[in-house]
Every structure is written in C-alpha cells, then in structure tokens.
C-alpha cells in the first residue's frame, strides 16, 4: 500500500483535466457542493487539474513541484496555507466521518428501566433483581 501512497504524493498515476468542473464530473462529486466549491477556487491559484489513481479527491496546483494548492473532496475543501497548515472548508452537507471529534453519532436510546425496581433493564428485557 505504501508504493500507492508514494505514487500520489509524487503524482505519478495522476488523471489531468482540462478544468476544475471537468475534474467534478469525472469523479461524480457532489452537485450540491460544486458552486461553492468553486467559490473557493476562485481565490486559489493553479495552473493544473488533476485526481490521483484512487480518484479520492481533485487536486490543483502547479506541476513545477510545488505543494499542491487546494483538495476539493467530496465534502470538504482544504486550501494550502503553508507547511502541514492547510484551510479546511466543509460543505454544508458534510457528515464527517472516520469516528474522530465532530463526527456524528446516532443518538442513544433512552435505558429502559425495571418498573418494581428501577435498576435498568439488561437488553433482554427482563430485570435479573426480580425475576
């Protein structure tokens, strides 16, 4: 996996693009998201399009070996500030995701509790104090 990883960090394996929309498109990113993408990529500087191998983002820059200059993801944006610094903007319809802080949980059920005794009920239902 690491030989995949070194491939797109270097760009080899790279789909260019004529255009940023061409690049959306392609990888079917969310309509939803693309005008404000765009919005974004209109304070960016870049002079090429590209995806990597995995088609996980779109990526723009420069190809003179310069830190990329933003990655348009399916939810969010992250513009390159400076050395590991980069802007993240998320899309209104972003879900998060990968279980870290902000992502989002399905609400717990309330406990169900035993009538007689009030001691919560295990998941079968039935309170072992009572019966």
Not at 23 to 40: G, K, T, Y
Not at 63 to 91: K, L, Q, S
Request: contains cysteine.
């Amino acid at each position: 996996m690491s030989g995949v990883v070194d491939d797109e960090i270097h760009g080899r394996g790279r789909t260019a693009f004529a255009s940023l929309d061409a690049a959306f498109e392609a990888l079917n990113l969310p309509v939803a998201n693309r005008a404000r993408m765009r919005e974004i990529a209109a304070h960016v500087d870049f002079d090429v399009v590209w995806a990597p191998a995995s088609r996980s983002y779109v990526g723009v820059g420069f190809d003179d070996g310069r830190p990329a200059a933003a990655y348009f993801n399916r939810g969010f944006v992250d513009v390159y500030r400076g050395p590991n610094d980069y802007d993240r903007t998320e899309m209104p319809n972003f879900g998060g995701g990968g279980g870290g802080a902000g992502a989002r949980r399905a609400p717990e059920r309330e406990a169900a509790m035993c009538p007689s005794c009030s001691m919560q009920l295990p998941a079968a239902g039935t309170c072992d104090d009572c019966d």
